[in-house]
């Protein structure tokens, strides 16, 4: 993990894997249950893991109001890096985020999926 800057909101950064990037919108429940989803992906492509603004110990800016403010965010993400078309991979909150960001991504060709994660629950 590092510490990162993205448009101007200091966050951490994980990355597993090598290969095309996917985009892993981090979901309410925080990093472990996180890293659970992201192993498995990790196998055939790099994932990048970043924190949302406002969790754990990254800055949540004022003017953050509504998930759009998490879409640009992941937006401008992807232009500082030029990380170019990626795969958007979604769970709980993550999947808000990007429902609010998809148009956006899309219509700068930076996303190439988005792929919402389903699990079950084992007894």
């Given at each position: 993990?590092?510490?990162?800057?993205?448009?101007?909101?200091?966050?951490?950064l994980r990355r597993k894997?090598?290969?095309?990037?996917?985009?892993?919108?981090?979901?309410?429940?925080?990093?472990?249950?996180?890293?659970?989803?992201?192993?498995?992906?990790?196998?055939?492509?790099?994932?990048l893991l970043l924190q949302?603004?406002?969790?754990?110990?990254?800055?949540?800016?004022?003017?953050?109001?509504?998930?759009?403010?998490?879409?640009?965010?992941?937006?401008?993400?992807?232009?500082?890096?030029?990380?170019?078309?990626?795969?958007?991979?979604?769970?709980?909150?993550?999947?808000?985020?990007?429902?609010?960001?998809?148009?956006?991504?899309?219509?700068?060709?930076?996303?190439?999926?988005?792929?919402?994660?389903?699990?079950?629950?084992?007894?």
């Amino acid at each position: 993990m590092r510490n990162v800057v993205v448009d101007g909101v200091k966050t951490d950064l994980r990355r597993k894997g090598q290969g095309r990037s996917r985009l892993f919108l981090q979901g309410i429940e925080g990093w472990i249950r996180d890293e659970e989803f992201a192993e498995p992906l990790a196998s055939s492509r790099e994932v990048l893991l970043l924190q949302n603004p406002g969790f754990g110990n990254a800055e949540l800016p004022l003017d953050f109001r509504q998930n759009g403010n998490f879409a640009q965010f992941y937006h401008h993400m992807q232009e500082e890096r030029d990380l170019g078309e990626v795969v958007v991979v979604n769970t709980s909150f993550g999947g808000w985020i990007a429902a609010d960001g998809q148009l956006e991504l899309r219509e700068n060709r930076r996303a190439g999926a988005v792929e919402p994660v389903r699990h079950s629950r084992q007894r």
